[in-house]
């Protein structure tokens, strides 16, 4: 598995990794209620994807198997926020989102960021924490959901490293 610079010729493999990774995985946050669905996967599609990729100062990053399948997908914003990490239902817990995020921090030391953040699912909570991110207050609600985790990590030496905290 690699992680590179995505392209917009990801666009369609990318988007649906985007959308199974929600409808799949993050099942504890939607409850597979449709309106929650609905909302959040409304800009998942390639055009949005596309101008992702095109967003030349931010990072949106994929993994990439051996076969050459995407098998994941990372965005980080210029601000340091984390605004997308999501892995394909085919390949959970092999290492993906960490490398995705590995390379998000190693990007946002090369801007001289000093912090990271972002708004986590319950489903991820537990893989941030273990990274070193920490719960910025109590976790938030929207119009459709409860249990929105804002997480913030310095990058501070060990954030250097790239370990769990
Ligand atoms: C939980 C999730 C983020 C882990 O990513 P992954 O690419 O599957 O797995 P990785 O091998 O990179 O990371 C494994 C880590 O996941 C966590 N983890 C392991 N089992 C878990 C479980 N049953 N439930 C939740 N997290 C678990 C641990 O932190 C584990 O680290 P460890 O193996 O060092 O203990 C991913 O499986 C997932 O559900 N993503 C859904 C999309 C999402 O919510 N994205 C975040 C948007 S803010």
Redesign the pocket.
């Known amino acids: 598995m690699k992680i590179r610079k995505a392209t917009p010729r990801d666009a369609e493999p990318a988007s649906l990794v985007l959308r199974r990774?929600?409808s799949e995985?993050?099942v504890r946050?939607h409850e597979n209620d449709p309106l929650i669905l609905q909302s959040w996967l409304t800009n998942k599609t390639p055009e949005k994807f596309r101008e992702w990729a095109e967003a030349a100062e931010d990072f949106c990053c994929v993994a990439v198997g051996d076969q050459g399948a995407i098998l994941?997908v990372a965005y980080l914003a210029r601000s340091g926020e984390?605004r997308?990490?999501?892995?394909s239902p085919d390949?959970?817990?092999?290492?993906?989102?960490?490398?995705l995020i590995a390379a998000i921090e190693a990007e946002a030391m090369r801007w001289g960021l000093t912090r990271l953040f972002?708004?986590?699912?319950a489903?991820?909570h537990?893989?941030y924490l273990?990274?070193g991110y920490r719960d910025e207050g109590a976790p938030e609600t929207d119009r459709l959901r409860d249990s929105i985790y804002p997480m913030a990590k310095p990058l501070d030496y060990r954030g250097r490293l790239g370990n769990?905290a």
């Open positions: 990774s929600i995985l993050c946050d994941g984390i997308l990490n999501y892995v390949a959970r817990f092999q290492g993906v989102s960490g490398a972002l708004k986590s699912t489903t991820a537990r893989f273990e990274r769990k």
